[in-house]
């Protein structure tokens, strides 16, 4: 079920589970401020998500409220993963779902990184 990100934390989502080690993930990259896992339903060869360890459930939430530290963390991380991967030359693809019409469907703020082939069109017609 997509979410709203208007709505407030919610601590028992499956991403803050990761972030306590309740629900077990491969942890590809972890730092102060961002952890990288796949993820567990891949959509292209390589599927990895980044998260911030703050309690934010969108991009809008943690544009809005996060620390500069924590902004520059975080997307300084999404980055070393993805070069990190050998992701740089060949080329990948960030998303980050917003809300119903984007079809999030956890609301704790993630950003994917699509890679490991053509990722043909922005959007599916
Ligand atoms: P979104 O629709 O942008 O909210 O994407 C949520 C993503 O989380 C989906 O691609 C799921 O496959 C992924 N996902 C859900 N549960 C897990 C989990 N336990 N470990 C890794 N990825 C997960």
Excluded: C
């Excluded at 896992?37 to 060869?45: A, M, R």
């Excluded at 990895?48 to 809005?64: E, M």
């Amino acid at each position: 079920m997509p979410v709203d990100a208007t709505l407030p934390y919610d601590d028992q989502n499956v991403f803050a589970k990761i972030l306590r080690g309740e629900i077990p993930a491969t942890r590809l990259y972890e730092d102060e401020y961002a952890l990288a896992f796949p993820d567990i339903n891949p959509q292209s060869p390589t599927h990895i998500l980044v998260i911030p360890k703050g309690r934010y459930v969108s991009w809008d939430d943690f544009s809005a409220k996060a620390s500069d530290a924590e902004i520059t963390g975080f997307v300084r991380a999404v980055g070393k993963v993805a070069r990190d991967a050998g992701l740089v030359a060949p080329g990948y693809r960030l998303l980050a779902n917003t809300g119903t019409d984007s079809h999030q469907e956890v609301p704790h703020l993630h950003v994917h990184i699509f890679a490991g082939r053509a990722l043909g069109p922005l959007l599916a017609r």
